[in-house]
């Protein structure tokens, strides 16, 4: 695969991780946190 071919690709799975960093990064120091509290990263108040 070439550079070209793989650039947007790279792209798309740097998107896709920052988009979803919240939940994973509660997830991966070993937390269990319930659904409410996810929603509470990503729906945060103004």
Known sequence: MSG???LPWLG???ALS???MPAW???WVG???SV???LALRC???
């Open 4 to 6: 070209a071919r793989l």
């Open 12 to 14: 798309l799975a740097a």
């Open 18 to 20: 920052l988009a979803t």
């Open 25 to 27: 990064r509660v997830m």
């Open 31 to 33: 937390a269990n946190p």
């Open 36 to 38: 409410e509290q996810l």
């Open 44 to 46: 945060a108040p103004p």
